[in-house]
Structures are given as structure tokens and as C-alpha cells.
């Protein structure tokens, strides 16, 4: 009897050892998970329910979650316990993009007295039925281009029929056209118009069908005309201005329609601190502007100055504008004379120069 007394202390010694060693080995794993939902329509709303585990010996509470826009917790769990090795269940609804491909949804978990909360995650594949973009790039002022892609109907889906669209009938003409050959499909043609504004275009295109799960077909319409008068760079980066010597950077002014640049005056927000230096026209008609730093040192810190060219092109008047940054390190007043003093070896006044056109 004691032997067998003695084997089933062994057994029980064991198991309790290896039930220790389970529990510390989970309480150590992190809690997170990631669901693979694999293909996905553009736009989809995903329902998933995930079983969270509670493996340590301590009562877990969910003391809030947070999400970005696509993704939210369906069940209230503010407040609800998770008992020493047991688990609850958690439902949870992203809404993925319309953009295509490989993609996340992500909500943390909050724990109470727990710093690292519990990361939940979807992860699917957005599978292209449509365009999310259609990108027009950059075109001259009363170019009128044009572009086409189908809609078809969905798998599992009644035989797709176009109720309705919605889009900026100014700059646009949208045309939707079902193909007698093939019930169900349809093609579309958008067309900008001649007389869309100056600068950048971002605008939404909406087809509204019978499909039952994602009957808005949201697209972006993006492109850019371009000004009478553009910059090679809108923002230039001069770096350290406290290293010493001469720093500058050039810019080219064009006019894409090949009218004439007649360069007026330059405002200049930091006058005491750049300097605009402008070149002769070249054969094209632009003009090269030297943007340099003063013998004069800013404060320390970020540095930003704005240019704004004023000019005459092709009989109208416009502008453009170009912002400088630079940074200006922490020095002692050995330092800044020492600076400065090697700033104006470089020859740089601090007048701005323009030479009129």
C-alpha cells in the first residue's frame, strides 16, 4: 500500500507541477490574435467573433477598447470580468477599404491594471471589382480626358442594375451604359471638363446599384491642373543653418503652357534671414531662383520662411509660393559669432536681389 501510497504522490506531484508550469507559460504568452478572413469585397463590413482567454490565476476586466474608423466592438464589455481560466467571447465589425489588397483591422483591448492591452486583429484581401481611384495626373487647363472601367455583377448577387450616380456635374460628365450583350454589366466613362479650376482635383464619384451588400460604389477622382505659373519644389529643406558657411538651394520657375515670365516682386516673410537671387530666362522661359541664408543667424529651433513669386505669364496675372525650412541648433554666443562670421565669408547680403523681367 505505501508503495503505491508513494506512486500516486509522485503522479500528483507531477501534474501539479506541469499544471504550474502550463500556467506560467500562458500567463507569459501574449493574448493577442489576428483572424484571417482571406478575400473581401471593397467596402465589406466583417462580423468575427473572438474567444479571449483569461490564463492567468487573477480576474481580467476589460476596462474600454480602442479602434481606428473601420473597426468597432459590437458587445458593450466595459466593466465585464474574465474569470481565472475561463474565456468570454468578443464580436467585432471592421468595415474593410475599397482600396485593393492585403490589408488590417486592429482594436486594442484594455485591461485593468495591466499596462500592454490585448491586440485583436482581421486580416483579409481586398479583391478589385471597381477603380478606388481614377487618377486624370497632371494636365493642362481645357485638356478633356477621359476614362472607362466595367461593373459587373458580384457572385451570388441579383443581376447588378445602376439606380443612380452622384458626382461634381461642373468639372465632370459621367456616362453609364449597360451592355445589351451581357446582362448585368455596364460600362462607365468619366470625362473632365475643360474649365476645371486651377490646382488639384479630388473629387468622389458614387454609383448607386441594387447589390445588396455594398450598393454604393464610392470612387475617387484625382488629378491636377496645372497653375500659369509652377515651382519645381513647393518646400525646400536647407538642414542645419547653424553649420556654417553657405547654404542654399535652387528652384526653377516654369509657365507648362509656354507663355512668358514676367517675375514681379518676391514677398518674403524672413527677409532678414534667405535671400532670393533670380537668374535670366532660359531658352524654355524659366528662371532659375537661388534661395540662400543671411550672414544674420536665426533663433534657436525649427525655421520656416515663406517665398511668395508674383508674376505676369502669358498676360495674366498669378503667383505661386514656396516654403523653406531649416534647423537652428542650441549655441552659445561664441558659437552663433562664429557661425555668422563664416556665413558672411559666403558673400550673402542680406537685401534680397530680384532682377526684373
Known sequence: MRRFGRINAFIA????????????????KPMDQVAEIGAVRQGERVTHTFKVHNRTLKPMTFVDYSAGCV???????????????????????????????QTHARLSLKIKGRERPILL????????????????????????????????????????QIVDTSYDRR?????????????????????????????????????????????????????RVLRPLEVSEDTVVLGNLGSGGEISKTVVLSSPYGRPIHLGPIENSKE????????????????EV???????????GLFK????????????????RVEVYGVVPPRDDATAAEAEAARAA????TAQETVPH
Open 121 to 160: 486583429a482581421l486580416r483579409g484581401t481586398v479583391e478589385e471589382e471597381y477603380p478606388a481611384t481614377i487618377d486624370f495626373g497632371a494636365l493642362n487647363r481645357g485638356d478633356t480626358p477621359e476614362r472607362s472601367f466595367q461593373l459587373r455583377t458580384f457572385e451570388g448577387q441579383p443581376q447588378l
Open 171 to 223: 468639372y465632370f460628365e459621367v456616362v453609364v451604359k449597360a451592355d445589351p450583350s451581357e446582362p448585368g454589366q455596364h460600362s462607365v466613362r468619366v470625362q473632365l471638363k475643360s474649365d476645371v479650376p486651377y490646382g488639384a482635383i479630388r473629387s468622389p464619384l458614387n454609383i448607386y446599384t441594387n447589390d445588396a451588400d455594398i450598393p454604393i460604389k464610392s470612387i475617387a477622382l484625382l488629378g
Open 290 to 300: 537661388l534661395i540662400a541664408c543671411t550672414a544674420k543667424l536665426p533663433p534657436p
Open 71 to 101: 473597426c468597432t466592438v459590437l458587445d458593450d464589455i466595459k466593466g465585464k470580468t474574465v474569470w481565472p481560466l475561463s474565456s468570454t467571447k468578443v464580436r467585432v465589425q471592421a468595415q474593410f477599404p475599397i482600396r485593393t489588397g
Open 346 to 349: 559666403g558673400g550673402r547680403e
Open 13 to 28: 506531484a507531477f501534474v501539479l507541477g506541469w499544471l504550474i508550469v502550463w500556467l506560467f507559460r500562458s500567463a507569459a
Open 305 to 320: 520662411a515663406t517665398l511668395r513669386f508674383h508674376a505676369t505669364v502669358g498676360g495674366e496675372k498669378t503667383s505661386t
Open 272 to 287: 532678414e534671414y534667405i535671400v532670393c537671387e533670380t537668374g535670366e530666362p532660359g531658352e524654355d522661359g524659366s528662371i
